[in-house]
């Protein structure tokens, strides 16, 4: 029997992933379309590049959820580093083909 068939685990989530996803939207918001691909591959390329160089915040519980809301401005700071790092290293590096 699989895990999943036992057990409820849809409330297991990665914090960080909500953290990466706010700081990509607002990096990209401040980038024109001629400057980076934003295509759905690239942007998940980006997204792949960040998160796995950043310590996942798991939680299970809501008060996981809240404890994980709460204001970290060395997490915050490594999140922005790693997006912007991220965004560099795929425009430069498109798997899409679309070289800018």
């Not at 990466?20 to 990209?28: A, C, G, M, S, Y």
């Not at 001629?34 to 996942?56: F, M, Q, R």
């Not at 490594?78 to 425009?91: G, H």
């Amino acid at each position: 029997m699989a895990l999943s068939e036992k057990y409820n685990l849809s409330e297991l989530t990665n914090q960080m992933e909500k953290l990466v996803f706010d700081e990509l939207e607002h990096q990209l918001a401040a980038i024109s379309d001629e400057d980076i691909c934003k295509c759905n591959d690239c942007i998940l390329d980006i997204s792949c590049y960040a998160l796995n160089n950043l310590t996942p915040r798991y939680r299970s519980s809501l008060m996981g959820s809240l404890y994980a809301k709460v204001e970290d401005l060395e997490v915050n700071k490594k999140v922005k580093m790693n997006v912007t790092r991220a965004i560099q290293k795929i425009s430069q590096n498109p798997l899409c083909g679309n070289i800018r």
